[in-house]
């Protein structure tokens, strides 16, 4: 069976030492995929202190771009959108986010309904207040 590491030039560069995705036969994982943006390495709609503490951010700036970003992936690895079949969510304050995404994450897969787990967590490596994390199956 065939293991095959994917980087995908036109989605953002990953923040540590992994690939965007990784193909097993025909299951596609993708690493956790954040909202920055490919072309500027920022956050949409995010503000930071000098100290790098939120100073003003748009959290479905940060949910539409998360999918946008997602969709890059999956281009750049063969699959489209509707090839998803799983998805975990990170919140970083669910109680806050938590409508808003699912408010959001209905627009994106009314016509695809994957698994899904949302989590709350405390923080994530870099700003961002949301991460996706995506098993797709590729025909």
């Given at each position: 069976?065939?293991?095959?590491?994917?980087?995908?030039?036109?989605?953002?560069?990953?923040?540590?030492?992994?690939?965007?995705?990784r193909?097993?036969?025909?299951?596609?994982?993708?690493?956790?995929?954040?909202?920055?943006?490919?072309?500027?390495?920022?956050?949409?709609?995010?503000?930071?202190?000098?100290?790098?503490?939120?100073?003003?951010?748009d959290?479905?700036?940060?949910?539409?771009?998360?999918?946008?970003?997602?969709?890059?992936?999956?281009?750049?690895?063969?699959?489209?959108?509707?090839?998803?079949?799983?998805?975990?969510?990170?919140?970083?304050?669910?109680?806050?986010?938590?409508?808003?995404?699912?408010?959001?994450?209905?627009?994106?897969?009314?016509?695809?309904?994957?698994?899904?787990?949302?989590?709350?967590?405390?923080?994530?490596?870099?700003?961002i207040?949301?991460?996706?994390?995506?098993?797709?199956?590729?025909?």
């Open positions: 069976m065939s293991n095959i590491k994917i980087d995908a030039n036109k989605a953002p560069k990953p923040v540590g030492l992994y690939p965007h995705a193909r097993v036969g025909n299951l596609l994982f993708l690493s956790g995929i954040g909202p920055r943006d490919p072309k500027t390495d920022g956050v949409p709609g995010t503000t930071l202190s000098k100290s790098g503490n939120y100073t003003a951010f959290f479905a700036a940060q949910c539409r771009s998360v999918f946008d970003n997602v969709k890059l992936v999956l281009e750049a690895s063969g699959a489209k959108w509707e090839n998803l079949v799983d998805v975990t969510v990170f919140l970083t304050d669910m109680k806050r986010d938590f409508h808003t995404y699912n408010e959001i994450y209905a627009e994106y897969f009314k016509d695809n309904m994957p698994c899904r787990t949302t989590l709350g967590i405390d923080s994530l490596p870099t700003p207040c949301i991460e996706l994390k995506c098993i797709a199956v590729v025909e």
